[in-house]
């Protein structure tokens, strides 16, 4: 089940800034939108239930590019095993894609 962030995101269609353009708050019984400052209606659940799908793909997505920025290693030494061997570090990368499939 996605997200409330995540489901606004979908029904909003770009980012948020979650300080200024919406508020959202938890009072034990799950997360709400407290306040709504944007130029757009505020979603009812029914149009937050119609993005939940791809809200939920959006969410998985995410978590398949922290597994692959985490098996890239760093940019510095993404660098020098470029230079070294550019052809070894494209099998690298394109492995780590691979086993780590995005959803399309």
């Known amino acids: 089940m996605a997200s409330l962030a995540s489901k606004i995101i979908q029904y909003v269609g770009s980012k948020i800034n979650w300080e200024k353009d919406v508020l959202l708050q938890d009072d034990g019984n799950g ?7 944007l130029d757009i209606a505020k979603p009812t659940d029914a149009q937050l239930s119609a993005v939940e799908s791809d809200a939920d793909k959006m969410e998985r997505n995410a978590n398949v590019d922290a597994t692959r ?3 890239y290693g760093n940019i510095a030494d993404q660098l ?13 990368i394109q ?6 499939p995005k959803e399309t």
């Open 69 to 71: 920025i985490n098996a």
């Open 80 to 92: 020098d095993e470029i230079y070294h061997d550019i052809n070894a570090w494209r099998t690298r």
């Open 31 to 37: 997360a709400y939108i407290k306040e709504w400052n």
């Open 95 to 100: 492995k780590i894609k691979s086993d780590n």
